[in-house]
C-alpha cells in the first residue's frame, strides 16, 4: 500500500513566483492536513480538510497562501507570491475518520527554498 | 489552550544506553497522547501511541505510559542503537476533535 506522496520532493525558486505543492492522501483516508515545518517554529498546522471540505484554515498564514482538495484523491497547497520566509518543509498527513484517536500518516514532504 | 512541552536536545547517548525524553501537555477534555519519530529527510512516522489514563503504548522496545495525574508520557527505551538517532515529538489531541499538538520535537543521537 503506498503511503502518502508528495511533489515535488524540493522546490528552489525565486521570491516572488508561484508554487504549488501536491499530496495524494492514502486510499480509503478522508482526512487530510498540510504542515509546515522550520527550526523557529517546529511543527505547524496549516489547514485541516474533512470529506474534501476545507474545515479549518486559520493556520494559513496569509493570504498569499490557498489549498484546494478537489476529491479525495489530491490536494494541493499554493504560494503566490513566494517569499524567503516560506522556505521550509511541507508535509501533508492524511488520516481515516476525524477523531483524535486516529493516527496520522505523513507524506515525506516538501523542500522548499525561496531566494 | 492545549501544549505539549518536552525537553529541548540534542540528546546525545552512546549505544546500549537507557533512553528517557521527557513530555508532559496540558489539555482539556480527554486526550489521546503519541509519540513521533523522524529520521533524516522523511516525513514523522507513528512509533507509539496511548489513548487512555494509565495505558502503556510500546513498539520497537519503545515504551510511554499515559500518567494523567503528573500530565506526563515520557518515552523510554531500555538500551539505544545507533539506529535509533532521530527526532522523537511528542503530540496529543483531543478525543472528539481533529487537531493535533506537536511538541518542538528531541534530537536523538547515538554513538557507537
Known amino acids: 500500500d503506498a503511503g502518502v506522496i508528495q511533489s515535488p520532493r524540493h522546490e528552489v525558486t525565486e521570491m516572488g513566483q508561484e508554487v504549488t505543492l501536491r499530496c495524494k492522501p492514502i486510499?480509503?483516508?478522508?482526512?487530510l492536513f498540510w504542515y509546515r515545518q522550520t527550526m523557529m517554529r517546529g511543527l505547524e498546522l496549516l489547514i485541516y480538510?474533512?470529506?474534501?471540505?476545507?474545515?479549518?484554515d486559520s493556520g494559513m498564514p496569509e493570504d498569499r497562501f490557498s489549498a484546494k482538495m478537489p476529491n479525495a484523491s489530491f490536494s494541493t497547497l499554493k504560494i503566490q507570491p513566494s517569499e524567503p520566509r516560506d522556505s521550509a518543509v511541507y508535509f501533508c498527513?492524511?488520516?481515516?475518520?476525524?477523531?483524535?484517536?486516529?493516527?496520522?500518516?505523513f507524506g515525506p514532504g516538501t523542500r522548499l527554498t525561496v531566494l | 489552550g492545549d501544549s505539549v512541552t518536552q525537553m529541548e536536545g540534542p540528546v546525545t547517548l552512546s549505544e546500549e544506553a537507557f533512553l528517557t525524553i521527557n513530555c508532559t501537555y496540558t489539555?482539556?477534555?480527554?486526550?489521546?497522547l503519541f509519540w513521533y519519530v523522524q529520521y533524516p529527510g522523511e516525513g514523522l512516522q507513528l512509533l507509539l501511541k496511548?489513548?487512555?489514563?494509565?495505558d502503556k503504548g510500546s513498539n520497537k522496545g519503545f515504551e510511554a505510559t499515559y500518567r494523567k495525574e503528573t500530565t506526563s508520557f515520557h518515552l523510554e527505551k531500555g538500551s539505544v542503537q545507533v539506529s535509533d538517532s532521530a527526532v522523537y515529538f511528542c503530540?496529543?489531541?483531543?478525543?472528539?476533535?481533529?487537531?493535533?499538538?506537536f511538541g518542538t520535537g528531541t534530537r536523538l543521537k547515538v554513538l557507537a
Open positions: 498527513a492524511s488520516i481515516w475518520g476525524d477523531r483524535g484517536t486516529d493516527t496520522q500518516y
Open positions: 486510499s480509503g483516508h478522508n482526512s
Open positions: 480538510f474533512n470529506n474534501n471540505v476545507p474545515i479549518d
Open positions: 489539555a482539556t477534555g480527554y486526550p489521546s
Open positions: 496511548a489513548t487512555k489514563a494509565d
Open positions: 503530540a496529543l489531541s483531543v478525543s472528539g476533535t481533529y487537531k493535533y499538538i
